[in-house]
Nanobody, 115 residues
Framework: QLQLVESGGGLVQAGGSLRLSCAASGIDSSIYVMAWYRQAPGKQREYVAIITSTANTNYANSVKGRFTISRDNARNTVYLQMNNLKPEDTAVYYC?????????WGQGTQVTVSS
């Protein structure tokens, strides 16, 4: 059973930066596709970024050029570096892992961007 724990959220002013971490345990996550999603109050959960087992990446248009997803397989950890944050980035950010027919979610970490 793969378990995911996010950290690194917090309160930041517009234009600031945060780095989120997603630590995986239970199974070697290096073979899984990892992604970040977010959910703002009153809205549906939305895709943010994805990284494959071979480190190919893709981003939602709303964060392209500002966010960077990366992974450290030795640490079983995925990161989301968020720069030039905007108030509309305020949401709970969730880590997601998928592979072999399974999908796993973390508990989420709150990111709040003040204007």
């Amino acid at each position: 059973q793969l378990q995911l724990v996010e950290s690194g959220g917090g309160l930041v002013q517009a234009g600031g930066s945060l780095r989120l971490s997603c630590a995986a345990s239970g199974i070697d996550s290096s073979i899984y596709v990892m992604a970040w999603y977010r959910q703002a109050p009153g809205k549906q959960r939305e895709y943010v970024a994805i990284i494959t087992s071979t480190a190919n990446t893709n981003y939602a248009n709303s964060v392209k050029g500002r966010f960077t997803i990366s992974r450290d397989n030795a640490r079983n950890t995925v990161y989301l570096q968020m720069n030039n944050l905007k108030p509309e980035d305020t949401a709970v950010y969730y880590c997601n892992a998928r592979g072999f027919g399974n999908i796993y979610w973390g508990q989420g970490t709150q990111v709040t961007v003040s204007s």
